[in-house]
T-cell receptor, first 116, second 115 residues
Framework: EPEVTQTPSHQVTQMGQEVILRCVPI?????FYWYRQILGQKVEFLVS????????KSEIFDDQFSVERPDGSNFTLKIRSTKLEDSAMYFC??????????????FGPGTRLTVL | AQKITQTQPGMFVQEKEAVTLDCTYD???????LFWYKQPSSGEMIFLIY??????QNATEGRYSLNFQKARKSANLVISASQLGDSAMYFC????????????FGTGTQLKVEL
């Protein structure tokens, strides 16, 4: 069964450093998302991406964040200058197109980002 | 106001018993979808079941069923014949058609299945 994959599974970085989190969505999916989950808290939406552009972003997704689909398979989240409060689990998700509210988002296993 | 409310931070159930995890939602969008995800201790988010706002029947997927009461704006997850492997965090989420594609999650319920 196809699945969303994410690398790395765990990333440790120093405050102020740039990180790139990578995702490979399910191959026939066209909508891609990033969510984050601070330890012990609920999952929060960051950004959605469709047709090579951001379709929606949350207040969390400020100028320090960017997303890119550099080729036909990868979808990346970049944090330019990490802060301590960016420490969280980051999930990538993808959906099939055109089913309205029935679109089910399938999540990757997550990348745990630790900012020291 | 919270869009998704899960009032049970933790639940215990004995193996082979059924358990209901509560979820209420708030939306003015007539078209929406409700989802349940399971998050085991390993951290991944596993899709369990979906209910559309216009669906006439309650959704079922194996041992999972959704008790959808539209007038009360509730979408409770029922797990029948609980197994030890059901021990996990369970999240209710909503997708509003007028709210873009994003999912809005509740705070989750930690379920522990005991022998």
């Amino acid at each position: 069964e196809p699945e969303v994959t994410q690398t790395p599974s765990h990333q440790v970085t120093q405050m102020g450093q740039e990180v790139i989190l990578r995702c490979v969505p399910i191959s026939n999916h066209l909508y891609f998302y990033w969510y984050r989950q601070i330890l012990g808290q609920k999952v929060e939406f960051l950004v959605s991406f469709y047709n090579n552009e951001i379709s929606e972003k949350s207040e969390i997704f400020d100028d320090q964040f960017s997303v890119e689909r550099p080729d036909g398979s990868n979808f990346t989240l970049k944090i330019r200058s990490t802060k301590l409060e960016d420490s969280a689990m980051y999930f990538c998700a993808s959906t099939r197109p055109g089913q309205g509210a029935a679109d089910t988002q399938y999540f990757g296993p997550g990348t745990r980002l630790t900012v020291l | 106001a919270q869009k998704i409310t899960q009032t049970q931070p933790g639940m215990f159930v004995q193996e082979k018993e059924a358990v209901t995890l509560d979820c209420t939602y708030d939306t003015s969008d007539p078209s929406y979808g409700l989802f349940w995800y399971k998050q085991p201790s390993s951290g991944e988010m596993i899709f369990l079941i979906y209910q559309g706002s216009y669906d006439q029947q309650n959704a079922t997927e194996g041992r999972y069923s959704l008790n959808f009461q539209k007038a009360r704006k509730s979408a409770n997850l029922v797990i029948s014949a609980s197994q030890l492997g059901d021990s996990a965090m369970y999240f209710c989420a909503m997708r509003e058609t007028g709210g873009g594609n994003k999912l809005t999650f509740g705070t989750g319920t930690q379920l522990k299945v005991e022998l």
